[in-house]
């Protein structure tokens, strides 16, 4: 859809994006949509969460709202639910960095300042929430986003934040956007090694989270930010495919387990290789032991590797429930000690392949012969 910035599109935009609510609670004080919510609604996208910069204070405007909110003081901002929204605000500030990859060290600045201190053009622009709405836009976001261009504002922004690097997929994936061809060669420079593991890993959560997430780690994977290769990629692939069928739909969330994917190690892929050599055609109980224990990360891993047997385990033989229990051994004549646990792991056996129904006195049966053949009883 054709991006629009006319005063009676910006005017119907912000009746939409914005709850009533919060423009009344904003009263008195310069507030603008910005980011990826002003972004989103140019776009004809249906922004996921509403980002609001503000000229000055936020607790007047939460004292007004009267409502619970999660501030940050160190960067001015707080989130809050209006209307069933999410809601983010920020007071317009300027960014400064000690380091490559440090968190940046800020202070209160005009809405202008703010936008410059942003990642991209088509997030660099705003409409102020009082007054006649008109499109502030600096470095020419709009044009850039009905071109679908990706544009950095400044050539040392992947220096200042290189995890802008790793926004820079989930941008070109989600809105369809080509980098544009300096910003490319900016971002094959990018260095992450500055950059906290705890905030690529937050990066890379978010980039699962999305619907085109492995378009994502494939471009991730393309510019070398992420070193996957053609055999992760795969993997990745069928991954997202099987988390959208059952058995496996719901089994985890998708985000985690895409991100457990690309980031498995190499030992965990061993483990699932593995799992996936097994002869389906054995006795389930056989298979059924060897999946014991297993996360379900692990076992959808192995599962995208070939398992086809584990859609069985997870869906049926995971399930089962014996109907007897160490007492009705003990009643048996049992005594108590290993041979209890060696009498149900054998009528469980004989549950999974079929060999008794899911009746007590045959499973009890089952567990006595076992442990009758242990020299047990």
């Known amino acids: 859809m054709e991006p629009s910035s006319d005063a009676l599109s910006l005017r119907q935009l912000i009746a939409e994006a914005v709850p009533a609510a919060l423009i009344d ?51 001015g901002t707080a989130s809050l639910q209006i209307g069933g929204r999410q809601v983010d605000l920020a007071r317009t500030r300027r960014e400064s960095y000690s380091r490559p990859g440090a968190l940046p060290d800020v202070a209160p600045a005009p809405i202008r300042t703010d936008l410059a201190r942003r990642d991209f053009t088509v997030n660099a622009m705003a409409v102020p929430l009082q007054g006649e709405p008109e499109l502030l836009d600096p470095y020419d976001g709009f044009v850039d986003l009905g071109a679908r261009v990706l544009r950095v504002i400044h050539p040392g922004s992947f220096r200042d934040d290189p ?28 260095d992450l090694s500055g950059v906290s593991r705890d905030r690529i890993d937050a990066n890379l959560l978010r980039l699962a989270e999305e619907a085109e997430a492995v378009r994502g780690f494939e471009l991730l994977d393309r510019w070398r930010l992420l070193e996957l290769g053609g055999e992760r990629l795969a993997l990745l692939r069928s991954v997202a495919e099987l988390l959208r069928i059952e058995p496996w739909a719901g089994l985890l969330p998708r985000a985690r387990g895409l991100l457990d994917t690309a980031l498995a190690e190499p030992e965990r892929l061993e ?25 379900d990360g692990l076992l959808l891993l192995a599962r995208a590797l070939g398992a086809d047997w584990l859609d069985q385990h997870v869906s049926e ?61």
Not at 25 to 40: F, I, N
Not at 169 to 189: K, N, S
């Open 25 to 75: 609670g904003l009263t008195g004080t310069p507030a603008y949509l910005v980011g990826g919510a002003l972004r989103d609604a140019l776009d004809g996208r249906q922004p996921a969460e509403v980002d609001v910069a503000v000229e000055g204070e936020l607790g007047p405007i939460l004292d007004r709202l009267g409502l619970e909110a999660c501030s940050h003081e160190r960067f």
């Open 163 to 190: 995890t802008r690097a790793l926004r820079a997929a989930r941008y070109v994936a989600r809105l369809d956007l080509a980098l544009e061809p300096e910003t490319e060669q900016l971002l094959l420079q990018t």
């Open 271 to 295: 483990t699932a290789r593995s799992l996936a050599a097994l002869d389906g055609a054995q006795p389930a109980s056989a298979l059924f032991r060897a999946a014991e224990g297993k996360d």
């Open 317 to 377: 033989w995971r399930r089962i429930r014996l109907r007897i229990d160490g007492s009705n051994l003990i009643a048996a004549g049992v005594g108590e000690g290993p041979e209890i646990g060696l009498g149900l792991r054998a009528a469980f056996a004989a549950r999974i392949d079929g060999r008794v129904d899911a009746d007590p006195e045959a499973e009890l049966e089952a567990a006595l012969a076992a442990i009758r053949a242990a020299g047990g009883i």
